[in-house]
T-cell receptor, first 111, second 113 residues
Framework: QKEVEQDPGPLSVPEGAIVSLNCTYS??????FMWYRQYSRKGPELLMY????GNKEDGRFTAQVDKSSKYISLFIRDSQPSDSATYLC???????????FGRGTSLIVHP | ETGVTQTPRHLVMGMTNKKSLKCEQHLGHNAMYWYKQSAKKPLELMFVYNFKEQTENNSVPSRFSPECPNSSHLFLHLHTLQPEDSALYLC????????????FGPGTRLTVL
C-alpha cells in the first residue's frame, strides 16, 4: 500500500462546478497537509496547508482534513478554466522535514 | 515567477555523457531540494541541503551527484545515466528545512537516450 493515494484522473468538469479533490494516506504520524497546484511546464506552487484536522478556507479553495479516516480533500468553488492544472497533495509528520507527495490529479475545467 | 530558476529547461543526453543541472534561488532561503518527477509517479525527494550542508540523501544512485556551493546555488551532476532516469527534475527552496511552503523552479526535462 502506497503511503499516499491520489487518483490521477483526469477529472473534467464544466466551468462553475464545485470540484472535490482527495487523497488518502496510511501513516498516522502525518500532521501537516499541503495542496500544491502545478500548471503545465511549471513547477508546483503551494495553494494552502493545514495542521492536523479541520478546515481551512482561502477564497474559492477549502482544504479539509479528517485524520480519523486518514482522508484529505480540496474543494474548489465556482471553478474556472484557469484552474485547469494538476493538483498534488503532500503531507509530513511533525518530526520530519520530508514531505510525501501523492501522484497528483489532473483537473480540466472546460468553458 | 517563483524566484527559483533552473537551467537548462530541456536536456537530452546519452548514457555515457556527463552533464549538470543548475538551480538558483533569489529568495534568501536556507534550504534547497532536488526532486524527481516521473510520469504517473509521486514527486520523489532526492536530496536536501540546509545552509549548504547535505542533510538528506534519499537512497539516490551515485550516478546523481549534488553540489551546493552556497545557499543560493544547487547543482545536480549527472553521469552514466539510464533511460529510466528520464524525468522532470525540480529544484525547490524554503526558508528553512521543515517549512511547509517550498518554492519550486520550472524544472529541467531530462531525456536519456
Amino acid at each position: 500500500q502506497k503511503e499516499v493515494e491520489q487518483d490521477p484522473g483526469p477529472l473534467s468538469v464544466p466551468e462553475g462546478a464545485i470540484v472535490s479533490l482527495n487523497c488518502t494516506y496510511s501513516n498516522s504520524a502525518f500532521q501537516y497537509f499541503m495542496w500544491y497546484r502545478q500548471y503545465s511546464r511549471k513547477g508546483p506552487e503551494l495553494l494552502m496547508y493545514t495542521y492536523s484536522s479541520g478546515n481551512k478556507e482561502d477564497g474559492r479553495f477549502t482544504a479539509q482534513v479528517d485524520k480519523s479516516s486518514k482522508y484529505i480533500s480540496l474543494f474548489i468553488r465556482d471553478s474556472q478554466p484557469s484552474d485547469s492544472a494538476t493538483y498534488l497533495c503532500a503531507m509530513r509528520a511533525g518530526g520530519s522535514y520530508i514531505p510525501t507527495f501523492g501522484r497528483g490529479t489532473s483537473l480540466i475545467v472546460h468553458p | 515567477e517563483t524566484g527559483v530558476t533552473q537551467t537548462p529547461r530541456h536536456l537530452v543526453m546519452g548514457m555515457t555523457n556527463k552533464k549538470s543541472l543548475k538551480c538558483e534561488q533569489h529568495l534568501g532561503h536556507n534550504a534547497m531540494y532536488w526532486y524527481k518527477q516521473s510520469a504517473k509517479k509521486p514527486l520523489e525527494l532526492m536530496f536536501v541541503y540546509n545552509f549548504k550542508e547535505q542533510t538528506e540523501n534519499n537512497s539516490v544512485p551515485s550516478r546523481f551527484s549534488p553540489e551546493c556551493p552556497n545557499s543560493s546555488h544547487l547543482f545536480l551532476h549527472l553521469h552514466t545515466l539510464q533511460p529510466e532516469d528520464s524525468a522532470l527534475y525540480l529544484c525547490a527552496s524554503s526558508q528553512d528545512v521543515g517549512e511547509n511552503e517550498q518554492f519550486f523552479g520550472p524544472g529541467t526535462r531530462l531525456t536519456v537516450l
